[in-house]
């Protein structure tokens, strides 16, 4: 059973940052496909980020491209998501996900392409 729990959220001020992390308890980490969805209060989960096995590719929504970077730690069993010059409209709870087979990463984006997800993490932004 694979287990995943993230960290990092808090409330932070316009233009700040954050990083997220997401811990995962999977013998076989390195071959997992991981991604980061976050949900607005009343709205549908969305995709931020995703990386490959080897971090050799990345793939990031339009809204956060250039501000967020996604990177993985195999050794640490981690997947982070550095988060720059945050907006209000970054705020939600966070949640990290991890697909064990193979996939090209611009298929990553949906929901249903993923077998594990963590519990959230709240990032609140303030104006």
């Known amino acids: 059973q694979v287990q995943m729990a993230e960290s990092g959220g808090e409330l932070v001020q316009a233009g700040g940052s954050l990083r997220l992390s997401c811990v995962v308890s999977a013998r076989t980490f390195s071959r997992y496909r991981m991604g980061w969805f976050r949900q607005a209060l009343g709205k549908e989960r969305e995709f931020v980020a995703a990386i490959t096995w080897s971090a050799t590719s990345t793939y990031y929504a339009d809204s956060v491209k250039g501000r967020f970077t996604i990177s993985r730690d195999n050794a640490k069993n981690t997947v982070y998501l550095q988060m720059n010059s945050l907006k209000p409209e970054d705020t939600a709870v966070y949640y990290c996900?991890?697909?064990?087979?193979?996939?090209?990463?611009?298929?990553?984006?949906?929901?249903?392409?993923?077998?594990?997800w963590g519990q959230g993490t709240q990032v609140t932004v303030s104006s």
């Open positions: 996900a991890a697909r064990s087979s193979n996939l090209a990463t611009s298929n990553l984006a949906s929901t249903s392409r993923y077998d594990y």
